[in-house]
T-cell receptor, first 114, second 112 residues
Framework: KAGVTQTPRYLIKTRGQQVTLSCSPISGHRSVSWYQQTPGQGLQFLFEYFSETQRNKGNFPGRFSGRQFSNSRSEMNVSTLELGDSALYLC?????????????FGSGTRLTVV | DAKTTQPNSMESNEEEPVHLPCNHSTISGTDYIHWYRQLPSQGPEYVIHGLTSNVNNRMASLAIAEDRKSSTLILHRATLRDAAVYYCILSRSGGGADGLTFGKGTHLIIQP
């Protein structure tokens, strides 16, 4: 079956712009989580959605937001981009929220802010 | 959140078993122990998870200490493709889970 699909794979944006990243989970998975990975901070949890509701949120400013649609697809938005937002953004899906059955990660979207 | 401690790096030879340790002395009774690995230029990959009993799957085995304060991921016969960063993570069961908290992980180097 198809894995977790993230689009686009690469993105270059200018400081101050906004960006929307997309994630399609594995068919049947209803939980979608987002993570940010940088060389300095490693992998950090952004938020998790389940049945179109945000269930958990990490310690990120309000510029980072997300949503989940009825088909479980999810989008993540970052407004007023800063240079420090340059990172690999990873999406992960799971059958249930909380990930007790394990998460399947996508290959990520590499965002560069210039 | 309960934290885990792993060695920064480990080195092993191809076709030999590898034992990756993880300490989690503050683990709570409802924390599951998860292992993920991340190969270069890829997202993390689920390896195995367990609660109290030892677990086996096609990728690896997970040995959990009786007091649950430590665990060991066992790769029975390492290949060059197993070279990756391995993360040991605790995740609370049921409601209130706060996502996966990734530490620095163990960088596993496999020598041919």
């Amino acid at each position: 079956k198809a894995g977790v699909t993230q689009t686009p794979r690469y993105l270059i944006k200018t400081r101050g712009q906004q960006v929307t990243l997309s994630c399609s989970p594995i068919s049947g998975h209803r939980s979608v989580s987002w993570y940010q990975q940088t060389p300095g901070q490693g992998l950090q949890f952004l938020f998790e959605y389940f049945s179109e509701t945000q269930r958990n949120k990490g310690n990120f400013p309000g510029r980072f937001s997300g949503r989940q649609f009825s088909n479980s697809r999810s989008e993540m938005n970052v407004s007023t981009l800063e240079l420090g937002d340059s990172a690999l953004y990873l999406c992960a899906s799971s059958l249930t929220w909380g990930g007790q059955r394990g998460y399947t990660f996508g290959s990520g979207t590499r965002l560069t802010v210039v | 959140d309960a934290k885990t401690t792993q060695p920064n790096s480990m080195e092993s030879n191809e076709e030999e078993p590898v034992h990756l340790p993880c300490n989690h002395s503050t683990i709570s009774g409802t924390d599951y122990i998860h292992w993920y690995r991340q190969l270069p230029s890829q997202g993390p990959e689920y390896v195995i998870h367990g609660l109290t009993s030892n677990v086996n799957n096609r990728m690896a085995s997970l040995a959990i200490a009786e007091d649950r304060k430590s665990s060991t991921l066992i790769l029975h016969r390492a290949t060059l493709r197993d070279a990756a960063v391995y993360y040991c993570i605790l995740s609370r069961s049921g409601g209130g889970a706060d996502g996966l908290t990734f530490g620095k992980g163990t960088h596993l180097i496999i020598q041919p």
